[in-house]
T-cell receptor
Framework: RKEVEQDPGPFNVPEGATVAFNCTYS??????FFWYRQDCRKEPKLLMS???SGNEDGRFTAQLNRASQYISLLIRDSKLSDSATYLC???????????FGGGTRVLVKP | SQTIHQWPATLVQPVGSPLSLECTVE??????LYWYRQAAGRGLQLLFY??????ISSEVPQNLSASRPQDRQFILSSKKLLLSDSGFYLC????????????FGPGTRLTVL
């Protein structure tokens, strides 16, 4: 079983719609969680951290469910520029190493 | 502010040739440094990380090596490239001693022919 698993997609989303997707992690001792965005042939960039109480940044909402060991990302009012691959990232309890999911590809279409 | 540089941006090398990729960080001191590889359509695989000068930890056995000759310089090398070494190589940094996210450089796209 992979340590961090994501649905690879693609999620085809009409412009203006809402899209949500999850990521599951296997290590119950994981402490920190992040969503990164990666555009085609570019480096990953931090989108947002995920806090235990859930957090929102503009049109983006992240949730953490420790009991079921998953995090989610919701994008409201999707823009064409939201088209990208979204990487789920988990920081293990020991050390400072990040484990990356394979990414979920989102395609926003007019 | 901190910035991270990588070069070259792209590289095409024949099988069996040597490799040297460089990464430097500006605007911080004593960072943790990381090398990742991303194969086409795949996730990021951690190759090496370093918590200080001369300190290298290898995550997977492979054809590559890493060195950290200076505090903010991280080098990825190979004596003889394999076809399977092709991929997108990313350097990243974060602050030492803090449960922190990582910040990536622009990457080097390596094609081994």
């Amino acid at each position: 079983r992979k340590e961090v698993e994501q649905d690879p997609g693609p999620f085809n989303v009409p412009e203006g719609a809402t899209v949500a997707f999850n990521c599951t992690y296997s290590n119950s001792a994981s402490q920190s969680f992040f969503w990164y965005r990666q555009d085609c042939r570019k480096e990953p960039k931090l989108l947002m951290s995920v806090y235990s109480s859930g957090n929102e940044d503009g049109r983006f909402t992240a949730q953490l469910n420790r009991a079921s060991q998953y995090i989610s990302l919701l994008i409201r009012d999707s823009k064409l520029s939201d088209s990208a691959t979204y990487l789920c990232v988990v920081n293990e309890a020991a050390g400072n190493k990040l484990t990356f999911g394979g990414g979920t590809r989102v395609l926003v279409k007019p | 502010s901190q910035t991270i540089h990588q070069w070259p941006a792209t590289l095409v090398q024949p099988v069996g040739s040597p490799l040297s990729l460089e990464c430097t960080v500006e605007g911080t001191s004593n960072p943790n440094l990381y090398w990742y590889r991303q194969a086409a359509g795949r996730g990021l695989q951690l190759l090496f990380y370093s918590v200080g000068i001369g300190q290298i930890s290898s995550e997977v056995p492979q054809n590559l090596s890493a060195s950290r000759p200076q505090d903010r310089q991280f080098i990825l090398s190979s004596k003889k490239l394999l076809l399977s070494d092709s991929g997108f190589y990313l350097c990243a940094w974060n602050r030492a001693g803090v449960k922190d996210t990582q910040y990536f450089g622009p990457g080097t796209r390596l094609t081994v022919l």
